[in-house]
């Protein structure tokens, strides 16, 4: 070889860009922030990035609106589909899969909401005296229970009472529900960015999920679990429905019809098959729907509690305004025992606050992701038909135009007065998305981790075992718990028995 040092060089070269381009995309997962934000800084609101494999456009506050909720243009049933690896589903449902899981969600937990915290309350008791107790064990041997898991078995529990009903309360089941939501995590990419091959050679990470996870764990776990049960209940339910038919509107009256998701979508779709027994294709996808409102409501309702619970544990000051108001909104039951109610809850406006505020700052980056219908111009730009477009919701939640020259300062009840409830989306807090398609199931968490909050400041005192707690990943806030230990100290005088 004539000039070997030529080759050499050319090596070198190479070399250098891998390198200068894995410290950009490096920067991108370590520092997702300031990566993107120095990007807006110097090419303006419209950018784009590739990431896990795909070419991404990120807006920033500027746009946010408008790429959010303009579904004409901006899709976002097959945006949410590709970014969680779900396509072949969506293929399989003919694009109705989102819009079906938020009208169940709707007719089934939003509108039933009241009734719904008073079935879930005593699990939620049950389950922080039993943490408490724990606590108070782990304090002495210093093995201390993991808040996260703990309530996650609870998160489980109330999910598999809404969407199958009582009957369906056992470990092996629960057990089921935890794997499976674990699983539809893996599945969407949410330890993705844990994984070298998940960042760099996305498509084989995204087959070795699949398969896994769609051949192997969830028909192995889900479907052999819950399956036959599930087709059992839609029988009766159908035998149900056919009855009351037949016995008219008087008797209909004394019926007692199950409060399940699962029979309001049997009933659905049995009236909609003319009365009909639903078929198996359709009950394939009934089972589907339930698989994807486990892994909607689990993980990350009981994520976001422990960001709650991690802000609490590092501002004690914010302890007694919300213990006082505790207080004021517990209501007594029939033997006159305290009790939260969805009235008490709904009065908790600091608590509800400060949930606002630790979801406002939590830092969330990439959660609502649209795909574009057309060629869109957006700016200087021109987005290409089938691109994948997405906020930066830190540029939204940290807008100094709105927030101040200060806007990541914590003001936990910034929000009690301003009739702005955790619940509430908007084009500067989009937490749960915006638009049509923002998270239907919001009311619940909100409430689910009121739940968890209230009933442990009743009785004990937060605190992180290192001082601090740490960001798990931060391109990832959503579905990723804070990294901490929490440990709670009783108190003397408890708020609930
Ligand atoms: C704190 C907890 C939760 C957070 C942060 C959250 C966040 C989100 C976000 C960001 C979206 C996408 C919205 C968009 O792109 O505009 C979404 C969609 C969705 N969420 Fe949630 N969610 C939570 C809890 C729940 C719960 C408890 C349920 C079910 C009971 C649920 C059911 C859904 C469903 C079904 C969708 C798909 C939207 C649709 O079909 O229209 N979520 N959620």
């Given at each position: 070889?004539?000039?070997?040092?030529?080759?050499?060089?050319?090596?070198s070269i190479?070399?250098?860009?891998?390198?200068?381009?894995?410290?950009?995309?490096?920067?991108?997962?370590?520092?997702?922030r300031e990566?993107?934000?120095?990007?807006f800084?110097a090419?303006g609101?419209?950018i784009?990035v590739?990431?896990?494999?795909n070419?991404?456009?990120?807006?920033?506050h500027?746009?946010?609106?408008?790429?959010?909720?303009?579904d004409?243009?901006?899709?976002?049933?097959r945006?949410?589909?590709?970014?969680?690896?779900?396509q072949?589903?969506?293929?399989?449902?003919?694009g109705?899969?989102?819009?079906?899981?938020?009208?169940?969600?709707?007719?089934g937990i939003?509108n039933?909401?009241d009734?719904i915290?008073?079935r879930?309350?005593?699990?939620?008791?049950r389950d922080?005296?039993?943490?408490?107790?724990?606590?108070?064990a782990?304090?002495?041997d210093?093995?201390?229970p993991?808040?996260?898991?703990?309530?996650?078995?609870t998160?489980a529990?109330?999910?598999l009472i809404?969407?199958?009903?009582?009957?369906?309360?056992?470990?092996h089941?629960?057990a089921?529900i935890e794997?499976?939501s674990?699983?539809?995590?893996?599945?969407?990419?949410?330890?993705?960015n844990?994984s070298?091959?998940?960042?760099y050679?996305p498509?084989?990470w995204?087959?070795?999920t699949w398969v896994?996870?769609?051949?192997?764990?969830?028909?192995?776990?889900?479907?052999?679990t819950f399956?036959p049960?599930?087709?059992?209940?839609i029988d009766?339910y159908?035998?149900?429905?056919?009855?009351a038919?037949?016995?008219?509107?008087?008797?209909?009256?004394?019926m007692?019809f199950?409060?399940?998701v699962?029979?309001?979508i049997t009933?659905?779709?049995?009236?909609a098959?003319?009365?009909?027994?639903?078929?198996?294709?359709?009950?394939?996808?009934?089972?589907?729907?339930?698989?994807?409102?486990?892994f909607?409501?689990?993980h990350t309702?009981?994520?976001?509690?422990?960001?709650v619970l991690?802000?609490?544990?590092?501002?004690p000051?914010?302890?007694e305004?919300?213990?006082?108001?505790?207080s004021?909104?517990l209501e007594?039951?029939d033997?006159?025992?305290?009790r939260?109610t969805?009235r008490?809850?709904?009065?908790?406006?600091?608590?509800?606050?400060?949930?606002?505020?630790?979801?406002r700052?939590?830092?969330?980056?990439?959660a609502?992701?649209?795909?574009?219908?057309?060629?869109v111009?957006?700016?200087d730009v021109?987005?290409p038909?089938?691109?994948?477009?997405?906020?930066?919701a830190?540029?939204?939640?940290?807008n100094?135009d709105?927030f101040g020259d200060a806007p990541?300062?914590?003001?936990g009840?910034q929000w009690?007065?301003?009739g702005?409830?955790?619940?509430?989306?908007?084009?500067?807090?989009?937490v749960?998305?915006?638009?049509?398609?923002?998270?239907?199931?919001?009311?619940?968490a909100?409430?689910?981790?009121?739940l968890?909050v209230?009933?442990?400041?009743?009785r004990a005192?937060p605190?992180?075992l290192?001082?601090?707690?740490e960001?798990a990943?931060p391109l990832n806030?959503?579905?990723?718990?804070?990294?901490g230990?929490?440990?709670?100290?009783?108190?003397?005088?408890t708020?609930?028995q």
């Amino acid at each position: 070889m004539d000039h070997p040092y030529l080759i050499a060089l050319l090596f070198s070269i190479v070399g250098y860009g891998w390198y200068l381009q894995r410290d950009l995309a490096e920067d991108i997962f370590k520092r997702p922030r300031e990566a993107y934000g120095e990007a807006f800084a110097a090419h303006g609101p419209v950018i784009g990035v590739r990431r896990k494999g795909n070419l991404e456009y990120i807006v920033n506050h500027e746009y946010a609106r408008y790429v959010l909720t303009c579904d004409r243009l901006f899709s976002f049933e097959r945006g949410s589909a590709a970014i969680m690896n779900l396509q072949p589903l969506m293929a399989f449902t003919e694009g109705a899969l989102f819009r079906d899981l938020q009208d169940f969600v709707r007719d089934g937990i939003v509108n039933r909401i009241d009734e719904i915290v008073e079935r879930i309350w005593p699990l939620f008791q049950r389950d922080t005296k039993e943490f408490i107790q724990m606590s108070i064990a782990g304090a002495k041997d210093g093995k201390h229970p993991n808040c996260h898991d703990h309530y996650h078995n609870t998160i489980a529990e109330t999910t598999l009472i809404l969407l199958l009903g009582q009957d369906y309360v056992n470990d092996h089941n629960l057990a089921t529900i935890e794997d499976v939501s674990n699983c539809m995590a893996e599945l969407t990419g949410q330890y993705q960015n844990f994984s070298l091959v998940g960042r760099y050679l996305p498509y084989l990470w995204i087959l070795y999920t699949w398969v896994k996870v769609i051949l192997i764990r969830i028909p192995l776990g889900f479907f052999r679990t819950f399956g036959p049960q599930v087709w059992r209940d839609i029988d009766q339910y159908e035998r149900l429905m056919s009855e009351a038919e037949r016995s008219g509107g008087a008797s209909l009256l004394k019926m007692r019809f199950p409060k399940s998701v699962l029979y309001l979508i049997t009933k659905t779709y049995y009236r909609a098959n003319g009365g009909k027994s639903i078929g198996w294709a359709r009950r394939v996808y009934i089972a589907v729907l339930l698989l994807c409102l486990i892994f909607a409501a689990v993980h990350t309702t009981t994520v976001v509690s422990q960001w709650v619970l991690c802000q609490l544990a590092t501002r004690p000051e914010y302890l007694e305004p919300l213990r006082q108001e505790l207080s004021e909104v517990l209501e007594e039951d029939d033997t006159g025992a305290l009790r939260l109610t969805a009235r008490s809850l709904r009065h908790a406006r600091l608590m509800d606050s400060f949930i606002r505020e630790v979801m406002r700052l939590k830092g969330d980056t990439i959660a609502a992701m649209r795909y574009t219908t057309c060629d869109v111009p957006l700016g200087d730009v021109v987005i290409p038909k089938g691109s994948f477009v997405t906020v930066l919701a830190t540029t939204v939640h940290e807008n100094p135009d709105v927030f101040g020259d200060a806007p990541r300062d914590f003001n936990g009840f910034q929000w009690a007065d301003s009739g702005k409830e955790a619940v509430m989306t908007g084009p500067a807090h989009i937490v749960f998305g915006l638009g049509r398609f923002a998270c239907p199931g919001r009311v619940l968490a909100v409430n689910e981790i009121k739940l968890i909050v209230m009933s442990l400041i009743a009785r004990a005192t937060p605190s992180l075992l290192e001082g601090k707690f740490e960001v798990a990943d931060p391109l990832n806030t959503v579905t990723q718990p804070p990294k901490g230990t929490l440990v709670f100290s009783p108190i003397g005088k408890t708020f609930l028995q």
